[in-house]
């Protein structure tokens, strides 16, 4: 309960100081950016507290007298104009927003249940086919934050510092420290960001979709994204002399792992994958980013294509939470970077046709408010064009750069993994040469929405028309950014792993579904009158959602044992019974209840989470090795890494590098925990061995 009210005050202040600020935007879309100013709070408060007195109680109390006072603040630099109120059309995009956001929220509160360690009846711990690989990773980083000093250390890599972005996985620190359980925290904040997301993205449609319908197949297109795989599942093939037919693929969809047709890199080469159960479900990093993501594209993006100007306050909101996205997605703050960049470039060159402050001589309408009082002295449309972006991004650059500096840059510059030129990323695999045609490659992998994108940026200006129609006005200032996220992700490889690019071409993909829906409406309009015309919509409906259909009802039926219930009482002894940040020896598993469950510290965790953020293991593999092998050789190796303990599992007995000694072991240390059949075992190192 007490996590439930920590978490209603700060989502009731972001409300506040949105009100107090924004009171020019519409109703719905204020209370949007107040939620998720709230959550932004929620983050970074105890964050920033924990630098002086830990991630404790105390941080997330100094946290909560914050907030008032932030809310206090933003009473005395208020607004005073008059707030929109709800009017008739505020009330026609609420229910739409309700036909949106609440079917996709109970899909993902359903999917965030059942994937977030779901406790079973025998005790153990279940996990959906997509958070299998990835939970362990953000289960460490969530229960090693408790009490945990700052700068935060890497749990999983000890020495290191965290230069993962933690802030969704702190979030559920803050619901565990106030009462809640591991499950409930991880489940309770992940439909939150979800639910959020959702809302945001539908509030942006409703202002970028010139027409209802479109608004409802641009939100849907992008959460239920699938592409043509689904072909390659009703088609009868031959495999080694057997005919498979559609009922043996259908079965191999609903029974295999990865076998549903967004996400088959081989042999069908499928790489668009479904975002809610591939990208949101498991991966924490983008669901944090894009809960920010959404918020700061609709107080960008609409006014922009609306040729209205932003406020001072507005541009100071929008920067102050671009600039607390590194920590959370830096993917996605890079690709709301070249949004910025993108839509900032184009309105430079288009002000002196678009300038909202020159009015003609003897117009009747109220002058322009400026922006600065400076801006009454720049008579240079462009420069004043560019005094709202300088604002927001000087704001912007100004609390971002030191998580740049002292988190992204160091982990990337640290390694050879990061930053190199690939060009058409995973289909060109290892820059060995495309797997699939160019075209081809998307087509078949996003489907028909990447045709209807290209065709909506092929519209000209009518010959008849004096100036450009508003309608072909935005899809070229939303395309200057959205193309360039695309151009930078075809060309860079940003991380080890080539796949997670598609995290900066997802976002070119929201913010060009837009004019997409658009035009796939205009078409339907334009076959007014023509036989068969809704068989046609239908057929093209199907073709749109079929693969996320198979994709989605695969993943709610999904479900695999994680950690058995030996595995969680281990975890559980251990967080009960041994000192918080504790070190320990164990395995390099990535399903490890020591580091995941228990949030205790490990020389050196599995590659699969390592090798892709940085870190070359080799050295502290073979340390680890040459101790589980040979003890009382290597007693050097306490000392060196202060040692608390030393795990023995069904892991460590069978492991592929290195054998290990268990009687050495057992002569050397006191057990101090044995699990029912000796299948895990602890044993506590001697103050005089670390010394």
């Known amino acids: 309960m007490l996590s439930i009210l920590y978490l209603l005050l700060f989502l009731a202040g972001g409300v506040w100081i949105a009100r107090m600020l924004l009171p020019g935007r519409r ?29 404790s109680n105390t941080a997330h109390w100094l946290a909560a007298g914050t907030l008032l006072a932030l809310c206090a603040i933003s009473w005395l630099l208020r607004d005073r104009t008059p707030a929109k109120p709800m009017d008739a059309k505020e009330e026609r995009l609420a229910l739409d927003l309700l036909w949106m956001v609440v079917p996709l929220t109970i899909l993902s509160g359903f999917l965030q249940y059942t994937h977030s360690i779901r406790p079973m009846a025998d005790g153990s711990y279940y996990v959906g086919q997509s958070t299998y690989g990835d939970l362990s990773l953000h289960l460490a980083v969530t229960t090693s934050i408790v009490n945990a000093k700052f700068p935060l250390e890497n749990s999983l890599m000890l020495g290191a510092t965290m230069a993962y972005p933690y802030l969704a996985d702190s979030i559920a620190t803050t619901m565990l420290m106030l009462g809640q359980s591991l499950p409930t925290a991880m489940a309770f904040t992940g439909t939150l960001m979800m639910t959020l997301v959702y809302m945001g993205y539908g509030l942006l449609v409703s202002q970028l979709c010139r027409k209802r319908g479109a608004r409802f197949l641009a ?12 072909f390659y599942t009703i088609s009868g093939r031959v495999e080694n002399g057997y005919v498979t037919t559609v009922w043996d693929n259908l079965y191999n969809v609903m029974n295999g792992y990865y076998q549903t047709p967004t996400n088959q890199p081989d042999p069908n080469n499928l790489r668009w994958v479904n975002i809610i159960c591939d990208m949101l479900i498991p991966q924490r990093g983008i669901l944090g980013g894009w809960t920010m993501l959404m918020p700061c594209l609709n107080l960008l993006l609409p006014p922009l294509c609306r040729k209205q100007r932003h406020t001072f306050r507005e541009m100071l909101v929008l920067g102050v939470m671009a600039g607390g996205m590194p920590l959370l997605h830096t993917h996605s703050f890079l690709a709301l970077a070249l949004t910025s960049a993108g839509a900032c470039l184009y309105c430079i060159c288009t002000a002196a046709r678009d300038d909202v402050y020159a009015l003609p001589e003897g117009d009747a309408a109220e002058p322009v408010a400026p922006f600065l009082p400076i801006e009454q002295k720049i008579k240079n449309p462009a420069l004043r064009a560019f005094l709202p972006w300088l604002v927001f991004g000087a704001t912007a650059a100004a609390l971002s750069l030191p998580q740049l500096i002292n988190f992204t840059f160091v982990q990337a510059t640290n390694s050879n993994h990061f930053l190199r030129f690939q060009f058409n990323w995973c289909n060109n695999r290892g820059g060995n040469g495309l797997v699939d045609p160019y075209f081809w490659f998307y087509i078949k992998n996003i489907g028909l929405p990447y045709l209807l994108i290209l065709f909506a940026l092929l519209k000209r200006k009518p010959k008849d028309a004096e100036t450009l129609p508003d309608n072909i006005r935005q899809n070229r200032l939303i395309a200057c950014g959205a193309f360039l996220i695309y151009l930078i992700a075809e060309l860079i490889i940003f991380q080890p792993n080539e796949y997670d690019n598609n995290k900066l071409l997802y976002v070119w993909f929201l913010l060009c ?8 409406m205009e078409i339907y309009q334009r076959l007014k009158g023509l036989g068969g015309r809704r068989m046609i919509a239908a057929v093209f409906l199907i073709t749109c959602f079929l693969s996320a259909g198979l994709t989605v009802i695969r993943e709610c039926k999904s479900g695999y044992q994680a950690y058995s219930a030996k595995d969680v009482a281990v975890g559980e002894y ?29 020389l050196c965790s599995s590659d699969s989470y390592l090798y892709y953020h940085g870190f070359d293991t080799n050295s502290r593999r073979r340390e680890v090795a040459a ?65």
């Open 513 to 520: 579904l837009p004019m997409a829906a658009d035009y796939a």
């Open 219 to 230: 939100f849907f297109l992008l959460f239920l994204n699938g592409g043509l795989g689904f």
């Open 574 to 602: 251990i967080r009960d019974n041994t000192p918080e940040h504790s070190v320990f020896i164990t395995g390099n598993q990535h399903l490890n209840p020591v580091s995941s469950l228990a949030g205790r510290t490990i």
């Open 627 to 691: 101790f589980y092998e040979n003890p009382s050789d290597n007693l050097s190796l306490l000392r060196k890494y202060g040692v608390d303990y030393i795990y023995i599992s069904s892991y460590e007995r069978n492991a592929n590098w290195f054998t290990l000694n268990e009687g050495a072991v057992e002569q050397l240390f006191p057990l101090v925990y044995e699990s029912a059949g000796s299948e895990h075992r602890i044993f506590q190192v001697p103050e005089e061995m670390k010394q």
């Open 27 to 55: 109703p719905l879309v204020r209370l949007y950016i107040g939620l998720s100013l709230g959550v932004l709070l929620l983050m970074w408060l105890p964050v920033l507290w924990a630098y002086g007195v830990c991630f």
